[in-house]
């Protein structure tokens, strides 16, 4: 369909010599410069015949998005990004090529790509961990492959339109998450050798040991954000071409004024150290493609060890974060006020103060229900079967109530106080079906542990171990692919169906674990070796 790939505008948008267009009257174009940096610029190079012969509104459509039009150059790969391809490929072969010959040097396991594999592979802690991770990075891939697909429009009421609804419950997976990273927080701080002690010593060591988890976690993020952040800038609807950027409201989204207000220093490494909010407040949303998720993630999961370490094992620990519950439900509910009301929705969002209130509800349930005091739940099968039924209950009844009532509320108001306590109190069912089915997990590896079945244990988790490996770089990578899918390769919109969602959803994720096993290959897998064996 798309048989004018890599021509220039015709000249009913822009006249032969790159003066102002006939139709519009607009400005004289910037120079090439401003057409290599302006994306929507460079998307109306690949209209269709079809186009072409409709007047100046497409040419409005564009110019008057970017402040300019002219002469547009063909998508070509950019020598300095293919030179930095190949210094990221490099080391990462001629390691590999060793070790394959036999070579045993230290330094070579820092890029070998054996090595790597290897520690794919290796478990970092419980199957039920990796599995939770597993599932919620399908469910976000599936959420967005709804979400920002191209489909055909769609009566009210259909199916398609039920579908499209289904997002609504997408927030819980970010609740998922967060329960899975404060249990794994917990987890490290009880292991801590901060944990134990007390006194003036505490009170000089503490401030240290947390600065110093921050900085491990932030190293590492790092990599992969600075990588993809690169490639948000400089690549996509750069080099990499996105057609329909001016059909999709979200791709002139991303790759328009976000990317623009991105690009500004200030916000770009506020964006990259992942401390926007703190710099530019709540009100602010991070503007650098999927980052603002990471950053809330990375400042509970500090917040976490920060108050698990100061308040210990004793009996503070128990009931400080049930008290701190509605300061952080009030604290929440005064930023929100100066948001939108879709953006101010209680469960919604990825803001620190936004995931706060259910961490809290999450240390909560962790400290009142140790494992010692819930393994009788799983001795017997009677039993565990009906706490597993109970805490899938509980999630599901969150998910209708949040489809049916919370959306329902916030149409075009925003939310009362009242109603700001009572969705964050409504995070309990589904905190407390997570945290359940965590610890039915746990106790069946501990069980099978006991009865000598390791071995197969090992076996049939090493595929989720990988897979939960490379979640962070599917999650971090996976928008990215689907916008080129979407902007370059989908000539015609799908209709919006069962199976055309399960098989995007599905084509998505397979594409999206290729290029996040080969950006952990590349960047990820070797600075974390420079880091344990230079730094930390």
């Known amino acids: 369909m798309w048989e004018g790939r890599g021509r220039s505008v015709d000249s009913a948008l822009v006249d032969a010599e790159g003066a102002r267009p006939t139709d519009s009257g607009l400005v004289q174009q910037a120079g090439p410069a401003f057409e290599r940096e302006s994306p929507l610029v460079a998307a109306a190079s690949f209209i269709s015949p079809a186009h072409e012969t409709v007047s100046g509104s497409l040419g409005l459509r564009a110019c008057d998005f970017v402040y300019s039009c002219g002469v547009l150059s063909m998508w070509t790969p950019n020598a300095a990004h293919c030179n930095l391809l190949l210094a990221l490929l490099l080391p990462m072969s001629v390691c590999g090529l060793l070790t394959a010959c036999g070579g045993s040097w230290p330094w070579l396991q820092i890029f070998s790509p054996q090595q790597h594999f290897r520690d794919l592979a290796r478990s970092r802690g419980s199957i039920s961990m990796d599995v939770c991770r597993v599932l919620c990075t399908v469910a976000v891939v599936s959420c967005h492959a709804l979400v920002r697909g191209r489909w055909r429009d769609f009566p009210d009421g259909s199916t398609a339109d039920f579908l499209r609804k289904s997002d609504r419950i997408y927030p819980r997976v970010q609740t998922t998450f967060l329960v899975l990273a404060v249990t794994l927080c917990t987890e490290k701080v009880s ?5 134990s002690e007390r006194g003036w010593r505490f009170l000089l060591r503490w401030p240290i040991a947390v600065l110093r988890y921050a900085l491990r976690r932030l190293a590492t993020l790092l990599p992969l954000v600075l990588l993809w952040t690169y490639a948000y800038l400089h690549i996509w609807a750069a080099d990499l071409p996105l057609n329909h950027i001016l059909d999709l409201d979200h791709l002139r989204d991303w790759y328009g004024h976000r990317k623009a207000n991105c690009s500004r220093t200030p916000r770009l490494w506020s964006s990259v150290l992942l401390v926007h909010g703190l710099v530019f407040g709540h009100s602010q949303s991070n503007l650098c493609h999927n980052l603002s998720a990471f950053e809330g993630m990375w400042h509970v999961d500090v917040a976490v060890f920060a108050m698990a370490t100061l308040l210990g094992s004793g009996r503070a620990a128990s009931w400080i974060p049930p008290l701190l519950w509605p300061l ?31 961490a809290l509800l999450t240390i909560v349930l962790l400290r009142w229900l140790p494992p010692r005091r819930t393994k009788f739940l799983f001795r017997r099968s009677l039993t565990a079967e009906a706490v597993c039924l109970l805490a899938v209950l509980s999630i599901v009844a969150t998910a209708v109530h949040d489809w049916k009532y919370i959306y329902s509320k916030l149409a075009y108001t925003k939310p009362s106080w009242e109603f700001f306590c009572y969705a964050h109190f409504m995070d309990l069912p589904h905190v407390l079906g997570v945290f359940l089915l965590l610890r039915w997990g746990d106790q069946g590896a501990a069980d099978d542990e006991s009865t000598k079945a390791t071995e197969q244990v090992e076996s049939q988790g090493n595929l989720f171990h990988v897979l939960a490996r490379l979640c962070f770089g599917v999650t971090i990578a996976h928008i990215f692919v689907i916008d080129f899918v979407v902007g370059f390769l989908h000539d015609e919109p799908l209709e919006l169906t069962v199976v055309n969602l399960l098989g995007s959803a599905f084509s998505y994720l397979v594409l999206s674990l290729g290029v996040a096993l080969s950006a952990h290959l590349t960047v990820a897998a070797p600075c974390s070796k420079l880091l344990q064996r230079f730094v930390f």
């Open 328 to 358: 952080a439900v009030g604290m929440h509910y005064m930023a929100a006020g100066e948001l939108s009301a879709h953006k101010s929705h209680p469960v919604a969002g990825h803001r620190f103060l936004q995931l706060w209130p259910s």
């Open 191 to 195: 292991k801590h050798p901060l944990g």
